[in-house]
Nanobody, 120 residues
Framework: QVQLVESGGGLAQAGDSLRISCTAS????MAWFRQAPGKEREFVAA????????TYADSVKGRFTISRDNAGYTMYLRMNSLRPDDSAVYFC?????????????????WGQGTQVTVSS
């Protein structure tokens, strides 16, 4: 059974930076999704198995950076220029193959979620 353990997040002010991380027990494609209160879960960013391919939602492109460590087991999301509408529970997800997807239905395993709250 694959386990995903998230860490980081918390409170920030608009314009600040935060980093969240997710450690998995395997090195397949991974992604970040987020869900704000009263809204559907949405795609944020994804990275393939070796970190060579990344993809971002338009709303975070240029502000957020997804990466993974050399071993490939830990994924990061560096969030710069945070805005209040970035506030959400952020979930990491792992897909059972090597390639990225923006569709949450393509991901097989999910983390417990970590709260990010940005004040204006």
């Amino acid at each position: 059974q694959v386990q995903l353990v998230e860490s980081g997040g918390g409170l920030a002010q608009a314009g600040d930076s935060l980093r969240i991380s997710c450690t998995a027990s395997t090195t397949y494609a991974m992604a970040w999704f987020r869900q704000a209160p009263g809204k559907e879960r949405e795609f944020v960013a994804a990275i393939n198995w070796n970190g060579g391919v990344t993809t971002y939602a338009d709303s975070v492109k240029g502000r957020f950076t997804i990466s993974r460590d050399n071993a490939g087991y830990t994924m990061y999301l560096r969030m710069n220029s945070l805005r209040p509408d970035d506030s959400a529970v952020y979930f990491c997800a792992l897909r059972g193959n090597f390639w990225t997807s923006r569709d949450d239905a393509q991901y097989d395993y999910w983390g417990q979620g970590t709260q990010v709250t940005v004040s204006s």
